[in-house]
Structure formats: C-alpha cells, structure tokens
C-alpha cells in the first residue's frame, strides 16, 4: 500500500481504469462521478428500477466491463461516490505542491439536499469525457432536434424513443452507434447522413490500414453497428447533410442537401424529410472546464484543444493528471490505456512496472486513431454557409448570426470577453457548453486575426473553458458549510 | 487644442470616458491598452453607479456630478448616429434606485445617521418604512429594522457602457491600439514626451495613466510610481429567474466596507437584477494582490449574506462567478490630475469598485485640469500629489 490518496473525476473507460490501476498500485481510491452508475455515458445503463432484463442489449464489451465493476465495487480502498459532482476546483497558495482542493456536491441534481464537500487528495486524475459538438443550422433551436448523445442517453438510460421517424446527422463514428441505439429503442431511422464525402473518409480512414487494425476494440465496434444497421436496413449516405429543422412548435420536417467537401451545400440537391425528431452531432467537444480550473495548459488550436500530457499522462499543473477523451477524442481503447497509466503513476505505481510499455503501445495506437479520425471526420470551413441572419448561435440567450456579426465587425478592438458581453452569446445557463467552440469559431474568422493581447497578471484568459463553477450550485447549497468528508454515505460495495 | 496629441494608457471605463473628453476637446488621442478594449476590470463588475454608499465628501461630490453627467452622455451619444444608439441601447443604463437595509438595532441607528449625513448633502434619500418596503420590493426578507430609498442610483452594463464611450471618441480624432503594452517612458528636460510600448514608439504632449488597477505597475515604468493597489471583489451570477428583485438592494455593513482599510475579507450582500433576469450578488473585498483564483469560502459568504436579504433565492442556481480587481489607493479617494514629479504625465483612477459611476465626472475633471478651466467640483482632494498616492503613508501589507 502506498497510502495516497487518489481521487478520480469521472466514471468513464477512462476514470475506471484509472480507479484500478491506482488500486492496483497500492492507493486509496475515491471514484467520482456526477450519474448514478458506473460506466460514464459509454457503458450508459437504465438504472436499477428499470430491472432491464438484458442491460447488455445496447453494450459493447460488456463482460470486461462487469467484472471491473465488481472488482471496484467491492474493493476495500475504493469508495465509489455516485451523484457526486465537482463544482469548483481550488488551487493551492503560490508555492505549495500538489493538486487543488476538490470542491463536491453530493446528492440526486435535481434534489434539494446535495451536501457540500471538500476532498484534499494526493493526486487527482481528470477523466472528464467529452460532450457532443454541434453545429447551429436554422431551426436547430427547435423540440426535437437532439443532440446525439442526448438520444443516445435517452435510448441508453431511459429506453426512451426520441421519435418514430428519426434523421441521424452530422459527422463521426459515433453517428452509427446512435443510429444502433435509436433502432433498439424502437424509432425508425430514417437515414444516418455522413457530412464529409466518402472520398474524405477513405482518405481518413485507409492512409495506413494496419493502424486501424491495430485499434481492433474500436474497428470492431465500427464493424459491428454497421452490421446491426444493415441488418436494419438503415441507408447511410455520405456527403449530405441537415440545413434546416422546420416545424410549427416542434421539428416536423427536415431539409438535407449534398455537401462538397468544404462542406458548401450544392444548390438543388435539397430534399424535405418528414420527421419527429432530428439527431446531431459534429464530432466531440472535451470538457475542459476542470483540467483548466486545475491549471492545466491545453494544446491544440482554438475550437480543437485537448489537455497537454506527458508520457505518463501528467499534466502541467502539480499532481494532476488526466486521461480519456479530454486528452484527445480517441475512443474507449484508448482511454482505457490512458487511464491506466494515468492512474498507476498517480498512485504512485513504480515506472518499472512490466505492464507499462504494452499500455504505452495501446495508447499510442488509441492516439493515432484519434488522428485518423480527425482526418475523416474533419468540420467543412463552409459549413457557415447555412446560416441564416436569424439562425441563433447562442440557444440559451437567442443570439441570432447577424448580432454576432455585428458585435464583432463594430466594436471598436472587441476583445473576446467583450462580444461575449454585447451579444449575450455563451452567457446563458449552458455557460457556452454548447455554444463556446462555434461562437469562437466565427468571430475570429469575422474578426480576422487579432492582435495578441498581452497577459495581464490576474486575468485568466477569455477562453471558452474558463467556467469558474464547474456546475450550477444553488445558493443555499452554497451558503451552508461544507460537511466533513467522514460524514458522507459511503458507497463502498453496494 | 487641436492637433495636440494625447495618449491614454487603458481602454476600460475610466480610459475610455477621458479618451472622449479629450477627443470632444480636439486632442488627437491615442488610447492603447495590452489586453482588449472593456475587457479587464470594467468587465469584472456589476456596473454600479452609487450615491447611496457614499456618504458628503469630495466622493460624494464627484459622484452626484457624474450622476447628472450620466443620462446627458448617453443622450448624446444616441444622437449622434443610428450606430451610437445602437451602441447606447447596449448599455442597458437603468435608474432603478437603490435600498439600503439594515437588519439590526444598531445598524438602523448608523443607516438613519448616515442617510442624514447625506440629505445635507444634496442626497435623496427616502425612509421607508415596512409596508413600503414590502410594497416595492416584495420578496426582500421582513426580518429587518429599517431601510432607506435611493431613487438615484443607477446602473448599466459596464462593458457596453465603456464601450459606447470609446465608439463615440473614435469618431473624433481618436484611435485604439489593442494588444500593446507599455514598457517605459522617453523624457526630454524631466517632461514626458513619447512612451515605448510593445508596438513601438508613441510620442505625444499629453499622457493620461488610466491603466486601473494596474497604474501603479504602468506609473513604476514610467519612473513615477503611485500607490494603487488591486483589491479583489467577487461577484456570483444566477441562471436567469422571473422578476424577484427590482431595486439594487444592499446591507447597511456594505457602507463599512467600501471605506474599510482592512486587508482581510470582507463581505456584505449586494443583491440586484439584470435586464437578462439574472441575479447578481456580491460583494466581497480582499487584498490578495493580483491572485485570480476562485475561493469557493469567499463565494459562500457572499451567498450566505444574500440569502438573508433574500431567502427565497436559496433555491436559486449559480451558473458562475466573476473575480475582478478594483485599483484601490490607501486613503479611499480617487487620483485625478498631474503627476507632480514628472511633467505631461497626468493620472485618472484609483476608484476602487466606483469607476464605473464615477468615470464620467472624472474625465470631465481631467479636462477642466488639462485645458486650466474652471472644474464644476473642487479638484483639490483628487491631486496625485498627496501623500496616499506617492506611497508615503504606512498601512498594512497586501497579503
């Protein structure tokens, strides 16, 4: 036993991982995570009421999976937090070590006694996933346009349909397995539109095809959903997309077109679909918001940055490190690996260890998948191009296109920070969540390059990942004094 | 004045309202600041513009000035162009008065005090008793001994304000440089005359420091330091919520507060509305130098004081937070005028969290001084040269 303290934020491929390696290294293990099971959203199950007779139906490895659920359950230096989330992360004085102070809420969200509380480990491994980015069109704003993942959950957790005739959009793998999971549940799916032309995708896809082969957990899970889709008999086009969401108070229809592969639509390939319901997404977005009030830096260009690490997953802020989908987009493969070695070197697992350098290697391949994927699943420069003046940016402060516009040709040396206040755009209760990586996207290509402000001490960068409260907190949640972490429900076995 | 050219150094509240004036007056000014223009510490408030927590005084004074001066500008502005009343509807600019409670027996006595003090002085400042305070600010908690109305106080969006400030200064003689950091002075005979800065060479007859809470780092480059430090403020915003508090609504302590010298933090519950049904809560005050870091126990006492004014916010979602730094000078008084060591050089802040009220009296001060015009207030109490602004008085350390 190596007597640390490890903390592990998020219950995904990644964070499991991570929790059992630590383990595995001789820590004491607190896995957190805001949702009521393990598993984070890929191994998503309806909770324990719903007595799903086969909760592996819509699962993929699901055995592997099983088992280190009950190895972590029931192991007695691994306290399994569920419902808990990470508000507010707190960094130490200038000169000491290690890593912030983890700020908790405990409790169902939607409940009104969560628990403040304060962990102060060791060690802290990030392994906060990622969430689906989405591109605005008009009508997006629309009931009934989704984002795939939230289908996805839908469908995964509740069982719930999001409709009967179902258009799956947008561009990535994670297109199939939504389509999968939408088919289970029951809707129709009426089609799943690939944006980037096929040409894009063989170009991704098949540079170097022994890496994908290396990536088998991965190729595989491609080539089974798409087998399930064809059993279906789902149609799925490549270089076309959703334009338009229409309807009286809720999606009724839906307008596609063919895309060239800037993704600038082809006047007259339009096509009206009737649906109920409209799923999207355009790839991942990190959620950075922790790795970044940790003190992280970030890598990568505006709209596309990941968490920077070293070989052994550390990050450069003291006794953080981070794995899985806030490192690069790169599939559960890979975050498994990167989880592991996260996770075993935060435990203070010796750099010896024999299991390390084949854990490397599957990082390392999961890492040029990520790069693969990236290359067949690139965002057209075009895509702007639908936009309508009205077409809003911002769902949560209906900032429209044309306000945008207009905030940042005008105002005079607009910085960032300050569109952000003239337009709304960003402010509302997603925090720009949703919106962040599109509204930086388009102003700076409205803006032109900026001049670089020079950093001044105690301004934290405008960036879109700077969200001091991690989560919304009610202010009476706040106002009463944090419980000792001894007082908590433990949730060890179960 | 026509062709003499001006720099001034920040492009927030105070940089840009100078900018203007001087423009107005026929400088050809060139405001720079290292960062975007409204970005810093005009971006990190709640846009207030006070008298109720000033009480008589040369701060009062130039307050009640900039609160006449208010209204006139943004009328101004708005007819100058479609573009400037498009910029002045941005700024949100809202008399919705203010209402100060105290919730002791001894915060009464020192509220009625206070507020006695101030009528003296030209302040409007109405008792209320507690039907009419219900009446008017229905979910405020009925806990309280007693509560004072001022229908002057104002508020706007700050950032919108400064710049609506700073597009109506360009359509002048006047242009920004963003991203460009000033780095030292070029003197000639012991008088200022250009600036080198990170984009280059910048000369001029006249330089005016705004650079808020950073002027005492920008007057040290220059070889004339003063004595403004940062003093943080965090600020908690909700998610936005149907109409529950429609006055700015504070705690007699917050008076105690503002003026306080006290390094260590200090809170008092600021609880007011924005137009986007957002509720904003503040205050707190702490000297931590320039430390950006959120201090959730900070941000719970802010929450704990709203929650007394308001209890029915205690369901209410936080979404975020904002930390600014407000240049705050040892004896609590803003610097507005030449710098008595180094000729051409002239200062304009040090309002610590009143900058955005008090901006438009300021450069209307800076003018009258700089053109050797009659100032409509006393300017006296505002020289750089008093000792609490050449760092010669002894308080106690930032920590």
Known sequence: ?494 | MCGTRAVVVGAGIVGAACARELALAGFAVTVVDRGGAASATTAHGEGNILLSDKGPGPELELAKLSRQLWPQVLAEIADRSASGAESVRAVEWEPKGGIVVATTAGGARALARFAAGQRAAGVRAEHLDAGQLAAIEPLLTRDHQAAVYYPDDAQVQPAAAATALLADALTFRCELRTGCDVLGAVTRGGRLIGLRTSTGLLEAELFVNAAGPWAGEVAARLGAPIDVRPRRGDVLVTTPLPPTVFHKVYDADYVGAVSSDDGGLQTSAVVESTRAGSVLLGSSRRRVGFDDRLRPEVLAAVATKALRLFPVLATASVMRAYGGFRPYVPDHLPVVGADPRLAGLWHAGGHEGAGIGLSLGTAQLLRALVLGRPAPIDTAPFQADRPAVLGQTSTQEDS
């Not at chain 1, 960094?91 to 969560?114: F, T, Y």
């Not at chain 1, 939408?182 to 539109?193: H, I, T, Y």
């Not at chain 1, 350098?357 to 965002?379: C, K, V, Y």
């Open chain 1, 1 to 494: 036993m190596t007597g640390r303290q490890v903390a592990v934020v998020g219950a995904g491929p990644a964070g499991l991982a991570a929790a059992r390696a630590a383990l595995g290294a001789g820590a004491e293990v607190t896995l957190i995570d805001a949702a009521r099971q393990l598993g984070g959203q890929y191994h998503r199950t309806p909770p324990e009421e719903y007595a799903a007779s086969r909760p592996e139906a819509l699962q993929h490895g699901w055995p592997a999976f099983a088992k280190l659920r009950r190895e972590l359950l029931g192991h007695p230096r691994c306290a399994w937090w569920p419902e808990t989330s990470v508000w507010a992360l707190e960094r130490r004085d200038p000169g000491q070590q290690g890593p912030p102070r983890v700020h908790l809420l405990r409790g169902p969200a939607d409940g009104s006694h969560r628990v403040r509380q304060i962990l102060e480990p060791d060690a802290l491994v990030l392994a906060c996933g990622a969430h689906d980015r989405v591109l605005p069109f008009p009508g997006w704003e629309l009931p009934g346009v989704f984002t795939a993942g939230a289908a996805q959950t839908l469908a995964k957790g509740e069982r719930l349909m999001v409709g009967e005739q179902v258009v799956v959009a947008g561009s990535g793998p994670f297109l199939l397995p939504v389509a999968a999971s939408l088919v289970e549940a029951g809707s129709r799916v009426l089609a799943v539109l690939e944006a980037n032309p096929a040409a894009v995708l063989a170009r991704g896809w098949s540079r170097k095809p022994w890496q994908l082969a290396a990536q088998l957990g991965k190729a595989g899970e491609l080539i089974d959903f798409t087998g399930q889709l064809v059993r279906g008999r789902v149609p799925f086009r490549t270089g076309r997309t959703v334009i338009e969401a229409r309807g009286a108070g809720r999606v009724e229809e839906v307008v596609t077109a063919r895309l060239r592969p800037d993704w600038s639509v082809v006047r007259g390939s339009e096509r009206t679909l009737a649906v109920d319901a409209v799923c999207v997404s355009h790839g991942f977005s990190p959620q950075l918001e922790l790795p970044v009030a940790a003190g992280c830096a970030l890598r990568g260009t505006p709209g596309a940055q990941f968490v920077q690490t070293d070989a052994r997953q550390r990050t450069t802020a003291d006794g953080v490190w981070a794995a899985g989908e806030i490192t690069g987009i790169a599939g559960a493969p890979a975050a498994r690996a990167e989880g592991a070695v996260a996770g075993w070197y935060a435990g203070g697992g010796s750099p010896a260890a024999r299991a390390l350098p084949a854990l490397r290697r599957s990082r390392d391949q999961g890492r040029d998948f990520a790069a693969r994927l990236a290359r067949a699943h690139p965002i057209g420069a075009a895509w702007p191009g639908w936009l309508g003046p009205r077409t809003l940016v911002c769902r949560c402060e209906e900032t429209d296109y044309a306000t945008l516009c207009r905030a940042v040709q005008e105002q005079p040396g607009a910085a960032a920070r300050t569109a952000k206040l003239a337009t709304r755009a960003g402010l509302g209760p997603c925090q720009a969540r949703v919106c962040g990586p599109t509204v930086t996207e388009l102003a700076a290509r409205l803006r032109g390059a900026a001049p670089d402000a020079v950093p001044a001490d105690g301004l934290p960068a405008a960036g879109p990942h700077h969200r001091p409260f991690a989560q919304p907190i009610r202010l009476g949640e706040l106002a009463r004094p944090p419980e000792p972490p001894d007082a908590a429900p433990e949730h060890h076995g179960a």
